[in-house]
């Protein structure tokens, strides 16, 4: 297996435009079990992709192996320069230390060696208000603590952002919150963000690629191009159907 820069022919050749990434024939397996296998994409520079599928079909492992966290077959390019910040689905940390927020910055800052503006500038990138900061993470609301974390990956100002179903648990209005502020990272800051998601209608409206998981790979363009009932029938075994909600 590979991990190494884009070369400029397969730049020149890929499927996106300034591609950040260019996966080619990725491949993962437990032993007798194979998870997914020849997966192939590119992400440009500054876009969204979102990564959709069932339960079990691999999302959550596509991203480790991706940053490297776990073994695979195949290549992975990363472009020159890429820095990560990473939101794992479910971080292990007790949510009733008596940790706040701004603590929980801090802490980031002294490993990655930033100082305060680092923090205030990640703190201001997800629309966080400093009273919110004050409090101890277990008393943070679901979208509060989510937005923490997004700012906890931005702090040592990656370029790519990586999270792993960043909604779960969270309620409509802090979901909404949060896509907001990621669309402010990738439209203002030019953050090429990566997103395993389930909520179709933020995949439609907000992504610029989807990938579609099961065994391999489903589908990969547009959302409003490759999420047919049809395709979305075949991923998930069963009719699927959702809304948009259209913002003028």
Known sequence: MKRNDVSPEKAAAGVATDPILVVDHLGVTFGALEVFRDVSFSVARGSTLAVIGPNASGKSVLFRALIG??????????????????????????????????????????????????????????GIAPEVLKRPIGAMSGGQFQRLLVAFALVGDPNVLMLDEPAAGVDAPGQERLTE??????????????????????????????????????????PQEVLTPKMLSELYGTEIGFHVHHVP
Not at 79 to 105: H, N, S
Request: proline letters at 5%; glycine letters at 8%.
């Open 69 to 126: 966290a776990q073994p695979y077959s195949g290549d992975i390019r990363w472009a020159p320069g890429v820095r990560i910040g990473y939101v794992p689905q479910k971080l292990d940390i007790e949510r009733d230390l008596p940790l706040t927020g701004r603590d929980f910055l801090r802490a980031k800052a002294a490993v990655v060696r930033s100082g305060p503006d680092a923090i205030a500038h990640a703190i201001e990138r997800v």
């Open 181 to 222: 502020a990621l669309q402010r990272l990738r439209e203002r800051d030019g953050v090429t963000v990566m997103v395993i998601s389930h909520d179709l209608s933020v995949v439609f409206r907000h992504a610029t690629n989807v990938i579609c998981l099961a065994g391999g790979l489903k589908c990969f363009g547009a």
